[in-house]
């Protein structure tokens, strides 16, 4: 049990000998344990150095070596969930070395990624996706002749979204050779963890039971009534340690609970189950953050670590999620009809404070997105005014939703949407870079793109008091520092804010990089209109530009295709105006894992790139190439 990260890397011989699976099958099963030991002692190490999440991984920690051993691993397919639980398993296939530069550009991914190892069989970064993906698999390599096996691993969080549902229930239907393990770390089930629970859990999983209960169900056949009280019998009994026949009904062969940290019971298990036949479910029970005693006590706080710094770092401004909650808490003391939804981010999107003081008021859905969506057009059907506070890259998980059941019955809906934009260090998977590109198009939408901290709060009440779908887009983390003014007159919707007055170039910008639009307009005596909303555009802001400027650029930190530049360009061909235009944002492209900073460098949206950028086109309509 550790207290504190460990300063020194840990000694771990045992670990150093491992650097593959098959390293690990070739050990006598009772070093397993000492194994588990190392295996956890060095991912406190390593994240201490690098940061990342820690708090899943060390709860799984003896799963992951068992599963390793059971199966024929990279052969046999395991199918992590999420992936911040995936630490241990690139520790122990091969990327121990390299565990140091996870997350960093360049190096290792914090989620599993095919490209990066045979191991990784799957990239994850959205919950809930593994058993349609391992079931896929399952399916796949019956049909090109191999017998291989197919493991998901699903936490009882991912298991609340619908789509873990449709998955097992095509899986029972298909019969296909499928092992789910439900990892389950809600301590109010613990309890069920005990002597009886693991001596049925060692029956059920048995050679000897197994063979049992199929020769008994040929001869019982021929027994109708026979065979019911059998099958009651055995549902009952399961009834008294399980928390339900749930899975057994959809088709599984159910074993469990048994504890998840017990080492031998999970080889033992795991190597008998892969021999039945057809889809079976294997329930653990596991403790988030197990063997770091700060995480065990507080697995939400420590469900992801900062790198440790030698030196106290300055502190930072509120964040935008901080905004958003301020905002939220302001408005409902003012509004009744408040409603404030979230599909399991409550400490995510800054709404603890709102959920403590209307308790009434607050709805926590559960990894449930599609639902989120809808739930709130219900609430807005009966004159509620619901705000969902959602990520950007898991809105995309409710699209249709948010046509279908908001937009075409123009339902007043508040969407703030959070992790707008790059998102650093947690890659691709994560990034909302496509929103204003998906939400453009949706018809009675409207879209703000706050550039700071105070037009954040001011943004969210304006679109809060329009009456129909409304979004505000914000990026994670902090903002330049803005003071919030609460006492501003209302915006106008589709208004926007001229920063800047310059010549020759205007860069309309809509986001968050307007420090970078100013910096460069400094520079270069350029325009800059921040222009707030992405939709409706300020048409007619953009039209003086256009009449004022030789060049007109716009900047935003989402894809280019279908982004606010598109809408511009559109808006300029709708109005017959040939004034040039540059369309700066994220390119076609999937952004890697990096520093934020990083990431907006490679892809030339600092101030070096950007300016290159506008002046290699003034130079070009100058020497008339274009």
Known sequence: MFDEIPATQPHTPLLDTIDSAADIRALDEKLLPQLAKEVRAFLLFSVGRSGGHFGAGLGVVELTIALHYALNTPDDKIVWDVGHQTYPHKILTGRRKHMGSIRQQGGLSGFPKRAESPYDTFGVGHSSTSISAALGMALGSKMGGKKQKSVAVIGDGAMTAGMAFEALNHAAHTKADLLVVLNDNNMSISPNVGGLATYFSKLWASKAYTSFREGGKKVLKRLPQASELVRKTEEHMKGMVSPSTLFEELGFYYVGPIDGHDLPRLTHDLKNLSEIPGPKLLHIITQKGKGFTPAEKDPVGYHALNKIEPKPRTPAGPKYQDIFGRWLCTTAAQDPRLIGITPAMCEGSGMVEFAQRFKERYFDVAIAEQHAVTLAAGLACEGQKPV???????????????????????????????????????????????????????????????????????????????????????????????????????????????????????????????????????????????????KPLDETAIVTACAEHALIVTLEENTVQGGAGSAVCALLSRRNINTPILTLGLPDDYIEHAKRTEQLSQIGLDVTGVTHSILTRLAELNEGTL
């Open 388 to 534: 969902v506070a959602i990520y950007s890259t898991f809105l995309q998980r409710a699209y249709d939703q948010l046509i279908h059941d908001v937009a075409i019955q123009k339902l007043d809906v508040t969407f703030a949407i959070d992790r707008a934009g790059l998102v650093g260090e947690d890659g691709p998977t994560h990034g909302g870079n496509f929103d204003l590109s998906f939400l453009s198009c949706i018809p009675e939408m409207i879209i703000a793109t706050p550039s700071d901290e105070n037009e954040c709060y001011h943004l969210l009440d304006a679109a809060y008091h329009y009456p129909g779908p409304a979004a505000v887009r914000y990026p994670r983390g902090t903002g330049p520092g803005a003071s919030i003014t609460p006492e501003q007159p209302r915006y106008t919707i589709g208004k926007s804010h001229t920063s800047i007055t310059g010549t020759k170039v205007c860069i309309l910008n809509f986001g968050v990089l307007l420090p970078l639009a100013v910096t460069i307009a400094q520079a270069h005596h350029f325009t800059v209109i921040d222009m707030r909303w992405a």
